[in-house]
């Protein structure tokens, strides 16, 4: 029974970076930005020393990891994306309350390892440029892969930004 378990998780990681994959191509091959509502939930605050449920869920999926910039600044914050029926004891960083807000998705690119060091002011000038005002961003890791603009390894990330009234 123990093995038949492990080989459900095997499966359902499969297909869950399968996915993530085919959200990178998708970003990287179609029109730079469009609108989308993001498929997160909320985001609660979490660091690398946390220990208990929210910790063992990142080490079981590194790929439930996001990365929020809540600022003009550039800062950032570590997080793990979660579902309704999770009740964190941990502080939300975000929560999903208002559908109407409409939000710009794009596929944002850090250094490997390194999300302080990224494209996410080219995108905002690029959006500004464009006439709209943004607020926060949300990310979640998709892949690493090489940039063909440097050969060295970088991490792709799903991001959407928040397009907030003028």
């Known amino acids: 029974m123990k093995q038949l378990e492990e080989i459900h998780k095997n499966i359902h990681f499969i297909q869950h970076r399968d996915k993530q994959l085919e959200k990178y191509f998708q970003l990287k091959q179609s029109q730079k930005y469009k609108f989308s509502i993001p498929d997160i939930t909320a985001i609660i605050k979490w660091q690398w020393n946390d220990n208990g449920k929210n910790l063992h869920d990142y080490l079981m ?3 439930m990891g996001i990365v929020f910039f809540p600022d003009k ?14 009740n964190p004891n ?3 960083l975000w929560r999903n309350t208002d559908s109407t807000t409409p939000w710009i998705e794009f596929l944002l690119e850090t250094d490997y ?3 302080a060091s990224n494209n996410l002011k080219e995108h905002l000038d690029e959006l500004h440029g464009r006439g709209y005002k943004t607020g926060m961003v949300l990310s979640k890791f998709l892949t690493s892969d090489i940039s063909p603009s440097d050969q ?13 009234p003028l």
Do not use: Q, T
């Open 90 to 92: 941990h502080e939300y």
């Open 73 to 86: 600044d550039m800062h950032f914050a570590d997080g793990i994306f979660i579902d309704d029926n999770h």
């Open 61 to 63: 999926n590194s790929y």
């Open 152 to 164: 060295r390894p970088h991490d792709y990330l799903d991001a959407w930004v928040e397009i907030l």
């Open 113 to 115: 390892g390194a999300p």
